[in-house]
């Protein structure tokens, strides 16, 4: 049973279409007889023409049907039709430099990729494109071969032009780069919304909401603290992440095996790893994870070491609450925070 607060907080959420409020309630129309995620961008209803569920089960056994807008049966934001064939063209042709009539021969609007992609990615198709040409320049690059060669290969015929172009995407310029990793970058679709994940070929480095503030930081930080390149990929960590993504939401998960490499202090290190020993359905306040640490005083460090975690859900800060029971904050939204914490409690 939702209660009274909870439903006025809802419809606030409907009606500034918070992101961090995805997969947390779902809203039944009344008066159309549709029901709608959290973001629909349909005119809001009135207040008393809603009636709020915790599931999209519940809202059609309450005789809703899903709205045609906003499809709340599928992932939010999940990948429309013309970005998976644009992803997949790209694939099966990474080296290939995109003209106008290229899309013509999918019968795609270019204007319209663009518009899609850039809401999606944070990039036009175009962009995606080039880092994928500038990804594979950069393996050949670090196989040893001249840079002249995958230069040309990535389809530059001028010298200045693909400088200029690897460094915005890579953050070195081709001469400078060296045996300079390579981090891969993916969108994962997720029950509350989705995340990026980075990762290298052995470990994750990076799993968060891509709506989070300061995302863009984070991803910059961890650039610079790898002096890596991040370019758009799969990885097995990766893929390893995602299949227990889809396993913990479902209930059916509750240790992550993923390996990470974790970026931060020994401080840092030393409560994320306090973080994951706190039991599944379990919370702990500041207070008794700087006690567990043997520095009861440090709980506003452990706090700060809280908000450092770059690795959402898998490093459970979500399970760190206030001593006096408040849920506290979350890089993830308090939504989200309270949605993860009634999961894990209904599964054990």
Request: a positive charge; one cysteine or more; aromatic letters at 10%.
């Amino acid at each position: 049973m939702i209660s009274a607060d909870s439903k006025r907080e809802y419809y606030q959420a409907l009606i500034e279409k918070k992101t961090d409020y995805e997969g947390v309630f779902y809203v039944g129309v009344k008066t159309t007889g549709v029901f709608c995620r959290p973001t629909c961008s349909a005119r809001k209803p009135k207040f008393e023409h809603c009636e709020f569920f915790e599931t999209a089960q519940q809202a059609l056994l309450a005789s809703f049907r899903p709205c045609k807008r906003c499809r709340p049966l599928s992932h939010p934001n999940q990948v429309s039709d013309l970005i998976q064939t644009l992803v997949n063209a790209v694939e099966e042709n990474p080296e290939k430099r995109w003209k106008d009539k290229d899309f013509q021969a999918l019968f795609v609007d270019a204007s319209t990729a663009r518009r899609q992609f850039k809401k999606r990615f944070g990039m036009t198709f175009v962009e995606y494109a080039r880092a994928r040409r500038m990804g594979i320049a950069m393996k050949q690059i670090r196989a040893g071969e001249a840079v002249i060669d995958a230069q040309l290969d990535a389809g530059y015929e001028s010298s200045s032009g693909f400088r200029d172009a690897f460094s915005r995407i890579m953050g070195a310029a081709p001469s400078l780069l060296g045996q300079r990793p390579i981090l891969k970058a993916s969108w994962l679709d997720t029950k509350l919304g989705p995340m990026i994940a980075i990762a290298d070929e052995n470990a994750l480095y990076l799993l968060e909401f891509v709506d989070r503030r300061g995302l863009e930081r984070e991803v910059e930080r961890l650039r610079q603290k790898t002096k890596a390149a991040i370019i758009p990929g799969v990885t097995h960590p990766i893929q390893s992440i995602d299949h227990e993504l889809d396993q913990y939401f479902e209930g059916t998960l509750r240790t992550f095996k993923t390996p990470l490499y974790l970026l931060g202090s020994p401080f840092q290190k030393d409560v994320w790893e306090e973080l994951r020993k706190i039991p599944y359905g379990e919370t702990r306040s500041y207070a008794e994870i700087s006690k567990s640490l043997g520095k009861p005083s440090a709980f506003r460090a452990v706090a700060n070491a809280n908000g450092a975690n770059q690795i959402a859900i898998v490093i459970p800060c979500h399970r760190v609450i206030n001593a006096s029971g408040d849920l506290g904050g979350y890089g993830g939204g308090i939504a989200r925070k309270k949605w993860l914490i009634n999961h894990e409690k209904q599964g054990v």
